[in-house]
């Protein structure tokens, strides 16, 4: 999985992503779902536990952190400035306030009595600098989106840091609860140079857990932190397994090796339930599975009967059952469902899901398109994503296109994020997109002309202008508005055509609990909250 902005990309995810709560007190299940509301809190503390993960972090420099193996683990580690519940909501974090002064000027009063892991005082100092790295081109951040309106970050006080702004930008302040808010300790930051997040390095963080031995390409462990200023971890230790094969991290779970997990694969959860060896939790998400279109100037797919077309011909529910199983739902829109979770009286209404092949071939003559090739991209980086492009592949042949497969190496996948020579001669690829922030604009905001994720570089001045009304928009449910409006747009000019929306899937083994269950653990201290289940 990879991303590139202070929104939400998932490339190298090996799973349905699902679940929705824990710690932190009940989530709301989304509509008509089986959601857990989380997992039942601790019966006494724990001296250690394992979880494995499918993948090792190639960093821990919050910068970097931009898909699920990384966050994972820093986001017990490093905190930022506010903190990103297991209902998904956010309150204060290391900032015990936030005022918005005025559209172009926040400021944050910084909690007193923190203490980074080496014993120093958190203080204004290393929030300016922490966040400013954000603006080194040098330091090459993966979440510079998140900071493009930013004019300047300046201490104002003693413990006080004020972020002054070209523009009002509305999600800047959400996105301080993820990875772009998080703080570490400047002298460590001057003292370890690229060394920063590395086993040769370390962290310098103010989190639960402490960063204890790094055993590259085997495991990383976390030891708890006797002076954290919020509630104790209730475990001693956490050991990060890397285990990539899907067979082989199911099989951890069954034998305890692993205690728990979070991408449980669709094809393990039956294996896992009769196991006996614990439960299997899903609950709300903030992931969709989708295609990116990634060349909307000259091939098929620049017309958008085509897209439309080929939308109407996938047959989702076979895809559910072959691929996403059980935590999954097919949908025709790009953005979660529980993005709108905290603006429910804004949400539109979901589009209802059907397939016309007969229709789907009218629009593919009218488009003069029948025989014409499309090349759709795949990897084994995660185990659906050969199904889906089968199945597309498939739909595409039966309306009278012609399709291609293209395999591609994980790490060639990956490229196709980020640069685009790789995605020269690609018209499609599937994705596992997750947001950072509960708020539906955090997707749709991506197809504004020009942006680094506007993968076929979609333009549309009108969808354009209704971003901009949005972005400065801080009324919540205001700008939830103007973000249907967007939502219908993307529904009828497919940029990205959608598949299925995802539940996160957890496992917890017989002698743990207290795990949220929701993608807050990308960013929330998850594993603090893990202790003894009997």
């Known amino acids: 999985?990879?991303?590139?902005?202070?929104?939400?990309?998932?490339?190298?995810?090996?799973?349905?992503?699902?679940?929705?709560?824990?710690?932190?007190?009940?989530?709301?299940?989304a509509s008509g779902k089986n959601l857990s509301a989380g997992t039942p809190p601790p019966k006494g503390d724990i001296d250690a536990f394992t979880w494995v993960s499918y993948a090792e972090p190639p960093t821990?420099?919050?910068?970097?952190?931009?898909?699920?193996?990384?966050?994972?683990?820093?986001?017990?580690?490093?905190?930022?400035?506010?903190?990103?519940?297991?209902e998904l909501k956010?309150?204060?974090?290391?900032?015990?306030?936030?005022?918005?002064?005025?559209?172009?000027?926040?400021?944050?009063?910084?909690?007193?009595?923190?203490?980074?892991?080496?014993?120093?005082?958190?203080?204004?100092?290393?929030?300016?600098?922490?966040?400013?790295?954000?603006?080194?081109?040098?330091?090459?951040?993966?979440?510079?989106?998140?900071?493009?309106?930013?004019?300047?970050?300046?201490?104002?006080?003693?413990?006080?840091?004020?972020?002054?702004?070209?523009r009002p930008d509305a999600l800047f302040h959400l996105e301080m609860g993820a990875s772009p808010g998080t703080v570490v300790r400047a002298a460590s930051l001057t003292a370890q140079g690229k060394a920063f997040g590395t086993a040769d390095g370390g962290l310098d963080c103010t989190g639960p857990f402490k960063l204890g031995t790094w055993t590259k390409g085997q495991s990383i462990q976390l030891d708890r932190f006797a002076g954290y200023w919020g509630a104790k971890a209730r475990s001693g230790k956490v050991t990060f397994t890397f285990v990539p094969d899907t067979t082989a991290r199911t099989n951890a779970l069954v034998t305890g090796e692993a205690d728990g997990g979070y991408l449980i694969p669709a094809a393990a959860v039956a294996r896992l339930r009769s196991s006996g060896a614990g439960t299997v939790y899903g609950g709300p998400n903030l992931t969709t599975a989708n295609l990116i279109v990634s060349d909307l100037r000259g091939g098929p797919l620049a017309d958008v009967r085509v897209r439309q077309a080929l939308s109407l011909a996938i047959d989702r529910q076979g895809l559910a059952k072959a691929a996403l199983g059980e935590f999954s739902a097919p949908t025709l829109?790009?953005?979660?469902?529980?993005?709108?979770?905290?603006?429910?009286?804004?949400?539109?209404?979901?589009?209802?899901?059907?397939?016309?092949?007969?229709?789907?071939?009218?629009?593919?003559?009218?488009?003069g398109a029948r025989g014409r090739k499309i090349v759709i991209a795949t990897s084994n980086a995660a185990p659906e994503f050969p199904v889906i492009s089968n199945a597309v592949q498939a739909a595409a042949q039966e309306i009278g296109l012609t399709a291609e497969v293209r395999t591609v190496a994980p790490d060639a996948y990956t490229a196709l994020f980020s640069d685009p020579e790789a995605r020269k001669g690609i018209d499609l690829f599937p994705t596992f997109w997750y947001l950072s922030a509960t708020d539906p604009l955090e997707l749709y905001g991506l197809f504004e002309t020009g942006q680094f994720e506007n993968y076929g570089g979609f333009s549309d001045p009108a969808y354009d202008k209704l971003v901009d009304a949005a972005e400065v928009e801080f009324d919540r449910i205001e700008r939830?508005?103007?973000?249907?409006?967007?939502?219908?747009?993307?529904?009828?000019?497919?940029?990205?055509?959608?598949?299925?929306?995802?539940?996160?899937?957890?496992?917890?083994?017989?002698?743990?609990?207290?795990a949220p269950t929701s993608i807050s653990y990308l960013y929330y201290p998850w594993a603090a909250d893990i202790g003894a289940a009997g």
């Open 1 to 29: 999985m990879s991303r590139l902005r202070g929104t939400a990309l998932a490339v190298l995810a090996v799973a349905v992503a699902a679940t929705a709560c824990g710690g932190g007190g009940p989530a709301a299940p």
């Open 60 to 86: 821990l420099d919050y910068v970097h952190a931009f898909d699920y193996p990384q966050n994972m683990v820093l986001a017990n580690v490093c905190e930022s400035l506010m903190r990103w519940t297991p």
């Open 90 to 166: 956010e309150e204060p974090g290391l900032a015990e306030k936030a005022e918005q002064r005025d559209p172009k000027t926040l400021v944050y009063t910084i909690r007193k009595g923190v203490r980074f892991h080496s014993g120093a005082e958190l203080t204004a100092d290393d929030v300016v600098a922490s966040l400013s790295r954000h603006l080194d081109e040098k330091v090459g951040s993966y979440w510079i989106s998140t900071f493009r309106n930013v004019e300047s970050i300046t201490k104002t006080g003693p413990m006080e840091v004020t972020v002054r702004f070209k």
């Open 333 to 367: 829109v790009p953005g979660p469902v529980q993005a709108w979770r905290n603006v429910a009286e804004a949400r539109p209404p979901a589009p209802a899901v059907t397939r016309d092949v007969e229709a789907a071939r009218k629009l593919v003559a009218e488009a």
């Open 480 to 514: 939830a508005r103007l973000t249907a409006e967007l939502q219908e747009t993307v529904a009828a000019q497919l940029p990205w055509i959608p598949l299925a929306d995802l539940d996160n899937v957890m496992f917890l083994g017989k002698r743990i609990t207290g």
